[in-house]
């Protein structure tokens, strides 16, 4: 069974410091991994699309890489603002075209 | 421009009651895909729409669970008697088409609770 896990669970740090979020997955014939953000009560807002092909995708502080080969992905966050407090999931494709989630890491950046 | 809608925003069933929950996809997009969001579960799939294609009902977990997509646009995820362990927000996500290199857009999604 394809397994995504996220770690931490939780992570709390001071408003300023980087963040760095992991993901790791068991099947490594992905198509694409997928970061997401979301906010307590919301839906899913789409962060970052790296697809199989790629090592990394960056928009302004983030960035995120993917090493199929062992299984990892790595979300980060520049310079954390209050605002960046959310739970962020990530999820990847593989055949069948749906999307299998991580449990998230829920993130507070304290002012 | 207007991204995936979902109605209602909560609903509140009593248990053996049928529920509806309608999805409104991202106009053009052809793939459609509702998963749920539990506490003990996390989020999972459940059914996926790619155009005329007959579709993937593979994540749903029982037969009282249906969904369907009319004029290749709106859905609507049905639940039959429903039971507490359904509560649950139900997400709908679209996508410009089901090819492996899409991103798929989250609505706001159905916080379902059954008493």
């Known amino acids: 069974k394809q397994e995504v896990t996220q770690i931490p669970a939780a992570l709390s740090v001071p408003e300023g410091e980087n963040l760095v979020l992991n993901c790791s997955f068991t099947d490594s014939a992905i198509y694409n991994l997928q970061w997401f953000r979301q906010d307590p009560g919301k839906g899913l807002t789409s962060l970052l699309l790296?697809?199989?092909?790629?090592r990394e995708q960056t928009s302004g502080r983030l960035n995120a890489s993917l090493d199929k080969s062992s299984g990892r992905s790595t979300l980060y966050i520049a310079a954390s603002q209050p605002g960046d407090s959310a739970t962020y999931l990530c999820?990847?494709?593989?055949?069948?075209?749906?999307?299998?989630f991580g449990g998230g890491t829920r993130v507070l950046v304290k002012p | 421009g207007a991204g995936v809608s979902q109605s209602p925003s909560n609903k509140v069933t009593e248990k053996g009651k049928d529920v509806e929950l309608r999805c409104d996809p991202i106009?053009?997009?052809?793939?459609l895909y509702w998963y749920r969001q539990s506490l003990g579960q996390g989020l999972e799939f459940l059914i996926y729409?790619?155009?005329?294609?007959?579709?993937?009902k593979s994540g749903l977990p029982s037969d009282r669970f249906s969904a369907e997509r009319t004029g290749g646009s709106v859905s609507t995820l049905t639940i039959q008697r429903t039971q507490q362990e359904d509560s649950a927000v139900y997400l709908c996500?679209?996508?410009?088409?089901?090819?492996?290199?899409?991103?798929?857009?989250f609505g706001p999604g159905t916080r379902l609770t059954v008493l």
């Open positions: 729409f790619q155009g005329n294609s007959a579709p993937d």
């Open positions: 999820a990847f494709k593989a055949a069948g075209n749906k999307l299998t």
């Open positions: 790296i697809q199989s092909s790629q």
């Open positions: 996500a679209s996508g410009l088409s089901g090819a492996t290199y899409n991103e798929q857009f």
């Open positions: 106009s053009g997009h052809t793939a």
